[in-house]
Protein backbone atom coordinates (compact mmCIF):
# COMPACT_ATOMS: atom_id res chain seq x y z
CA UNK A 1 0.00 0.00 0.00
CA UNK A 2 1.11 3.58 -0.95
CA UNK A 3 1.92 5.32 1.95
CA UNK A 4 3.21 9.47 1.74
CA UNK A 5 4.66 11.38 4.30
CA UNK A 6 5.24 14.83 5.08
CA UNK A 7 8.25 16.18 7.04
CA UNK A 8 9.55 19.45 7.57
CA UNK A 9 9.66 22.94 10.38
CA UNK A 10 6.27 23.89 11.89
CA UNK A 11 7.41 27.65 12.06
CA UNK A 12 9.35 30.01 9.55
CA UNK A 13 10.21 33.49 9.38
CA UNK A 14 8.76 35.76 6.73
CA UNK A 15 10.97 35.94 4.02
CA UNK A 16 12.53 32.54 4.71
CA UNK A 17 12.48 29.60 2.05
CA UNK A 18 10.49 27.31 3.36
CA UNK A 19 11.62 23.37 2.66
CA UNK A 20 8.93 20.34 2.98
CA UNK A 21 10.03 17.11 2.36
CA UNK A 22 7.15 13.87 1.08
CA UNK A 23 9.13 10.06 1.95
CA UNK A 24 7.00 7.65 0.13
CA UNK A 25 6.35 4.20 0.45
CA UNK A 26 4.85 1.38 -1.01
CA UNK A 27 5.61 2.68 -4.43
CA UNK A 28 7.95 4.14 -6.79
CA UNK A 29 7.88 7.80 -7.81
CA UNK A 30 9.55 7.30 -10.86
CA UNK A 31 6.57 4.26 -12.04
CA UNK A 32 5.24 5.64 -15.18
CA UNK A 33 2.02 7.90 -14.86
CA UNK A 34 2.70 8.61 -11.60
CA UNK A 35 2.72 12.35 -10.68
CA UNK A 36 3.58 14.12 -7.30
CA UNK A 37 1.53 16.93 -6.56
CA UNK A 38 1.60 19.84 -3.27
CA UNK A 39 -1.51 20.73 -2.32
CA UNK A 40 -2.11 23.72 0.68
CA UNK A 41 -4.99 24.37 2.46
CA UNK A 42 -4.92 28.32 4.47
CA UNK A 43 -6.98 29.24 6.95
CA UNK A 44 -10.66 29.50 5.60
CA UNK A 45 -9.90 28.88 1.84
CA UNK A 46 -9.97 25.56 -0.15
CA UNK A 47 -7.35 23.17 -1.35
CA UNK A 48 -4.93 25.20 -3.39
CA UNK A 49 -2.41 23.08 -5.93
CA UNK A 50 0.65 24.52 -5.97
CA UNK A 51 2.65 22.03 -8.12
CA UNK A 52 3.75 18.60 -9.31
CA UNK A 53 6.51 16.75 -10.47
CA UNK A 54 5.92 13.79 -12.94
CA UNK A 55 6.94 10.17 -13.38
CA UNK A 56 9.56 11.38 -15.90
CA UNK A 57 10.73 14.12 -13.36
CA UNK A 58 9.10 17.04 -15.32
CA UNK A 59 7.42 19.61 -13.14
CA UNK A 60 4.47 22.02 -13.47
CA UNK A 61 3.37 25.05 -10.97
CA UNK A 62 0.40 27.27 -10.36
CA UNK A 63 1.11 30.24 -12.21
CA UNK A 64 -0.08 32.36 -9.03
CA UNK A 65 2.99 30.72 -7.72
CA UNK A 66 5.58 29.55 -10.16
CA UNK A 67 7.82 32.59 -9.40
CA UNK A 68 8.80 31.42 -5.91
CA UNK A 69 7.74 27.68 -5.97
CA UNK A 70 10.27 24.82 -6.62
CA UNK A 71 9.78 21.40 -6.90
CA UNK A 72 12.51 18.55 -6.76
CA UNK A 73 12.80 15.22 -6.27
CA UNK A 74 15.66 12.17 -5.09
CA UNK A 75 15.22 8.99 -6.43
CA UNK A 76 17.44 7.36 -4.62
CA UNK A 77 15.31 8.19 -0.93
CA UNK A 78 12.12 7.81 -3.08
CA UNK A 79 11.21 11.80 -2.07
CA UNK A 80 10.07 14.92 -3.38
CA UNK A 81 10.81 17.99 -2.10
CA UNK A 82 8.71 21.47 -2.41
CA UNK A 83 10.54 24.86 -1.77
CA UNK A 84 8.59 27.82 -1.18
CA UNK A 85 10.58 30.73 -0.75
CA UNK A 86 9.88 34.42 0.74
CA UNK A 87 6.87 33.18 2.44
CA UNK A 88 4.54 35.71 4.14
CA UNK A 89 2.22 34.85 6.54
CA UNK A 90 -0.65 34.07 3.93
CA UNK A 91 1.89 30.99 3.46
CA UNK A 92 0.39 29.75 6.70
CA UNK A 93 -1.50 26.50 6.74
CA UNK A 94 -1.72 22.79 6.28
CA UNK A 95 0.76 21.33 3.42
CA UNK A 96 -0.18 17.86 1.70
CA UNK A 97 1.88 15.96 -0.63
CA UNK A 98 -0.37 13.95 -3.08
CA UNK A 99 -0.02 11.56 -5.71
CA UNK A 100 -2.29 10.54 -8.94
CA UNK A 101 -1.74 6.70 -9.48
CA UNK A 102 -4.74 5.03 -10.56
CA UNK A 103 -6.85 8.29 -10.03
CA UNK A 104 -6.07 11.46 -9.69
CA UNK A 105 -4.99 12.45 -6.27
CA UNK A 106 -5.71 8.86 -4.98
CA UNK A 107 -3.19 8.86 -2.16
CA UNK A 108 -2.58 11.94 0.44
CA UNK A 109 -0.15 12.33 2.87
CA UNK A 110 -1.22 13.56 6.79
CA UNK A 111 -0.54 17.11 6.37
CA UNK A 112 2.20 19.20 8.19
CA UNK A 113 0.90 22.34 9.80
CA UNK A 114 3.23 25.34 8.73
CA UNK A 115 2.76 28.96 10.55
CA UNK A 116 4.54 31.37 9.13
CA UNK A 117 5.53 34.16 12.14
CA UNK A 118 8.00 36.01 13.44
Known amino acids: QVQLQESGPGLVKPSQTLSLTCTVS??????????SSWIRQSPGKGLEWMGA???????YYSPSLKSHTSISRDTSKNQFTLQLSSVTPEDTGVYYC??????????WGRGIQVTVSS
Open 98 to 107: VQDRDRPYDY
Open 26 to 35: GGSITTSGVY
Open 53 to 59: IAYSGIT
